[in-house]
């Protein structure tokens, strides 16, 4: 069993910055593949990005270029760097781990992002 906790979220202006932590104790977490995604008030949950155990990353397309995903596997923790916020980025946010690329089994219990306009 994987267990992740998530923090960093809060309520912020549109255009300003959060950052997301996901944290494990796992002592293998340099073995899974991570991601984040989020869900808004009656909205699916939906992919934000993603970073496999070897780096490589992937976005939505609607966060490119102001989010950035990166992990820092000593701390056995996973970020979501959060520029340029928009009203529509607010969500829960909830980390996710797997060991197969795009598939994920273990997640965290989410943290609320706000952005007001």
């Known amino acids: 069993q994987v267990q992740l906790v998530e923090s960093g979220g809060g309520l912020v202006q549109a255009g300003d910055s959060l950052r997301l932590s996901c944290a494990t104790s796992?002592?293998?977490?340099?073995?899974?593949?991570m991601g984040w995604f989020r869900q808004a008030p009656g909205k699916e949950r939906e992919f934000v990005a993603s970073?496999?155990?070897?780096?490589?990353?992937d976005y939505a397309d609607s966060v490119k270029g102001r989010f950035t995903i990166s992990r820092d596997n000593a701390k056995n923790t996973v970020f979501l760097q959060m520029n340029n916020l928009k009203p529509e980025d607010t969500a829960v946010y909830y980390c996710?781990?797997?060991?197969?690329?795009?598939?994920?089994?273990?997640w965290g219990q989410g943290t609320q992002v706000t952005v007001s306009s």
């Open positions: 996710a781990a797997g060991l197969s690329s795009g598939r994920y089994n273990y």
């Open positions: 796992r002592h293998t977490f340099s073995n899974y593949h």
């Open positions: 970073i496999r155990r070897w780096s490589d990353t």
